[in-house]
């Protein structure tokens, strides 16, 4: 009998809704679980590399830079996509083309409200992982400098 495959994924900052790329797909878990913790090496840090299971079940995370525990989906990144929805609807006409109709004040109201509650929870995800050993994540894009950005 042969060894199970097993998909290996990386998501970019870990998170399922941003950009992702199939890295490749290993016979034997040992296999998968190297090319997943190699890739995000070779990565840089901007990519959390997951090995999912025949079964697309999640076996096992090589975490980005951000330090994500498993893939998640970015709230920021939702809200975006569905004002974007919301701005093509508004936009368009009943027949299908595009027209100059105006946001009424209660799409207007969802849209900041979408944003708002989206900037909550990933404020409360980030503070819910707490600071590692030592304080800051130095190595988290958002915490160096910018000098150290530039090199």
Not at 80 to 86: H, Q, S
Request: net charge positive; aromatic share 6%; hydrophobic share 35%.
């Amino acid at each position: 009998m042969s060894k199970p495959a097993y998909a290996i994924v990386a998501h970019r900052w870990g998170q399922i809704n941003a950009h992702n790329r199939v890295v490749g797909v290993k016979h034997g878990l040992a296999a998968a679980k190297k090319l997943a913790k190699d890739h995000a090496i070779f990565c840089g840090g901007k990519y959390g590399v997951s090995v999912y299971s025949s079964m697309c079940r999640l076996v096992f995370h090589a975490p980005s830079m951000a330090g994500e525990d498993k893939p998640y989906e970015s709230a920021v990144q939702e809200a975006a996509e569905n004002i974007g929805f919301l701005m093509f609807h508004a936009a368009e006409d009943h027949t299908g083309r595009l027209g100059g109709v105006v946001l009424t004040r209660s799409q207007a109201k969802y849209i900041k409200d979408q944003h708002r509650r989206a900037k909550e929870e990933d404020e409360a995800d980030i503070h819910s992982r707490g600071p590692v050993a030592g304080g800051k994540d130095q190595t988290h894009p958002k915490n160096l400098s910018k000098n150290k950005r530039r090199t």
